[in-house]
């Protein structure tokens, strides 16, 4: 066999088996992927009172710190909820961060939310 053929089979092998594993993973990503990886609570990761000075002071944001802590403790038990539940949670508390006052209400809405993912 000559080296220029030997080069042609070797360069449309690699471009095959390229073209095969991208299809692969594209058809089978859920398979392949690793949720653990890229789990990111909103404010676990970060200093939770500098983060929000802009939050006007009422029982709630302390009960809201609380619970960023509590989450930060039990990262362990809940780095198994899947990723898209995680971004669920996070559009959540964005929304309830947005009018600088967490309310009672709003509290306690993404404590069952956040609850029930755990389940």
Known sequence: MKKGCFLKLIFFTVIILAIGLYLFQQKFDDILSTNNSEFNIPYINIDISDKLKFI???????GFEKFISEAKSNYNKIKDIPVDQI?????TIDEVLRDSIITEKELNYIRNKFNSLKK
């Open 56 to 62: 006007k002071e009422t029982p709630e944001k302390l």
């Open 87 to 91: 971004e669920n949670i996070s559009e």
